[in-house]
């Protein structure tokens, strides 16, 4: 369960400007639908079951992060740092994750119909 809500943390970004921190939290199953959240640090936060359908994650640290099955849908991801990161069953459909870094990122069952991989980093597409 969530350590805080979307409205805590949406006055929480209105105050902490570019590049907010958010490291270790745990914001499992809240609703951040179209956020802003490029360049955060979002290192080891638990969003697994998030909905973060249109959120803009550009350049976002993601490293360690658990996101099963979050929804991704038209999140835009470009360049975000997805090492180690935990997408089991994540939806990326239409998702965009061009020069994203997905090494030792775990994709079971991950959806990633349509989604944009132009220079990912450490994916391998399944076989």
């Not at 959240?37 to 994650?57: D, F, K, P, Y």
């Amino acid at each position: 369960m969530a350590e805080i809500t979307r409205k805590e943390l949406v006055l929480g970004l209105i105050s902490a400007g570019d590049n907010p921190r958010l490291s270790g939290l745990d914001l499992s199953g809240l609703d951040l639908s179209g956020l802003a959240l490029h360049r955060a640090n979002l290192a080891r936060a638990n969003l697994s079951g998030c909905n973060l359908v249109m959120t803009n994650l550009f350049g976002a640290n993601l490293k360690g992060a658990n996101l099963t099955g979050a929804n991704l849908a038209r999140a835009d991801l470009e360049g975000a740092y997805l090492a180690g990161a935990n997408l089991s069953g994540a939806s990326l459909i239409d998702a965009i994750l061009t020069d994203a870094n997905l090494t030792d990122a775990v994709l079971d069952g991950a959806n990633l119909t349509r989604a944009v991989l132009d220079g990912v980093k450490g994916y391998r597409a399944p076989a």
